[in-house]
């Protein structure tokens, strides 16, 4: 009996689909900002607007620069992985998960 458990657990999680985060291209971004510490706003080069839902709130962010916490060569920003450090201030902001992208107003 514990035996038959046992495998259907193991295959109820190799069954499971695995997490595919959301990633964008940090070299697309032609601008990224936050008016209130919670959410981050990427303008894309292509005209699409995309929102990141921070993990916690990263107040400094309104009012300074931050930089990214990327790997050597590395150009992926990844929802839920990703962090970046507010320049002033030295806090670490993480990111969550992203909306959906929008086109912005005015393009086709």
């Not at 990111?95 to 086709?108: E, H, I, Q, R, Y």
């Amino acid at each position: 009996m514990k035996i038959t458990l046992i495998a259907l657990v193991l295959a109820s999680v190799a069954a499971a689909p695995a997490y595919s985060a959301t990633c964008i291209d940090s070299r697309k971004i032609d601008s990224a900002h936050s008016d209130d510490g919670k959410t981050m706003i990427f303008k894309m080069k292509d005209g699409t607007t995309l929102v990141n839902h921070l993990q916690g709130i990263c107040s400094d962010l309104k009012f300074n620069g931050f930089a990214w916490t990327l790997h050597s060569g590395d150009t992926q920003i990844c929802e839920n992985q990703q962090s970046l450090k507010v320049i002033q201030s030295g806090q670490i902001c993480v990111l969550g998960k992203f909306d959906p992208p929008k086109m912005s107003k005015g393009t086709n």
